[in-house]
């Protein structure tokens, strides 16, 4: 049983026997050995499929850093599912040719919302189906999952926790964070109404690895100034500097650097099902339909 499935257990047999309940974060603590005895006998008896989940704000460089990754030479076979804001895609069309490049590779979409809260379960339907095609004989050696700018990270992560079917096929390798190192500032002081987060801070918080991207466009003294920032809020992720989103492979996929307990460390509500990402009005989606070229 997942970690999910074992809080709610003892939950249940707290109730049945009259002690008094304890939280979800004390069970989950309780219950967090046995999740992590599951790996105990090494790194290569885990045979689940690893999961890449590919975060950052507006523009901070996600697409263009999974066309790197769809481009180079790795070998690996990768299932890339891109979530869009907007009802009609854009970012799979500019993944769509990069994608038929590498043979085994596979594009899937969803759009009309953030994976994080509206078509959250639309994820788990993918994993699902991804689930059932490796059973059939499928061979898959990574996910890549890419959220909209707008995502909450934690809601999709927790994901791969609260469905026992799910986590039976994947785990959770690692969050990737790109930082647009131009806009970051601004975006992490953004003040946002009243019961909704800021979405850039909890993406720099959650992540597992972060990727200082577009540093061509700042000065050393910034880049020191919005590094120290970021470790004020997340002093465990490594930052990389890099231009374009140009990093290698290995440094994205397959790290193992998603660490349940640290996550819970941080947030210990972390396995609650019960919080809902927010999202202000500020940034809404209009999408136009229009037969043939358009010139800007």
Request: hydrophobic share 40%; glycine share 8%; proline share 3%.
């Amino acid at each position: 049983k997942n970690v999910a499935e074992c809080v709610k257990g003892r939950r249940k047999g707290a109730q049945a026997s009259g002690e008094s309940p304890l939280s979800t974060s004390d069970m989950a603590y309780q219950v967090l050995s046995v999740y992590t005895a599951i790996g105990e006998g090494g790194e290569d008896t885990d045979t689940r499929v690893p999961v890449t989940i590919l975060t950052g704000f507006l523009g901070a460089g996600k697409t263009t850093l999974l066309n790197h990754i769809l481009t180079a030479s790795h070998g690996k076979k990768l299932a890339v599912i891109e979530n869009e804001f907007g009802e009609v895609g854009i970012d799979d069309a500019l993944l769509a040719k990069h994608t038929q490049m590498q043979a085994g590779e596979e594009l899937i979409t969803t759009m009309n919302g953030c994976i994080c809260c509206t078509v959250r379960s639309d994820l788990v339907q993918v994993l699902t189906k991804l689930a059932e095609r490796v059973s059939a004989g499928l061979k898959l050696d990574g996910i890549v999952v890419e959220t909209t700018g707008m995502a909450d990270p934690a809601p999709v992560a927790q994901t791969f926790f609260m469905d026992e079917a799910v986590t039976a096929f994947a785990r959770l390798d690692g969050l990737v964070t790109l930082v647009d190192a131009k806009h970051i500032e601004q975006h992490l002081d953004e003040e946002k109404p009243e019961g909704a987060e800021n979405e850039a801070i909890e993406q720099v918080a959650f992540a597992d690895r972060l990727l200082l991207n577009k540093i061509d466009l700042v000065t050393d003294a910034d880049l020191e100034r919005i590094e120290s920032r970021l470790r004020a809020i997340n002093k465990f992720a490594p930052i990389q500097r890099c231009e374009q989103s140009n990093v290698s492979v290995d440094s994205v996929l397959d790290t193992r650097g998603f660490d349940l307990k640290r996550t819970l460390d941080m947030d210990p509500e972390f396995l609650s099902a019960g919080g809902e990402h927010q999202h202000d009005d500020i940034v809404t989606s209009l999408s136009i339909v229009h037969p043939g070229d358009v010139e800007l």
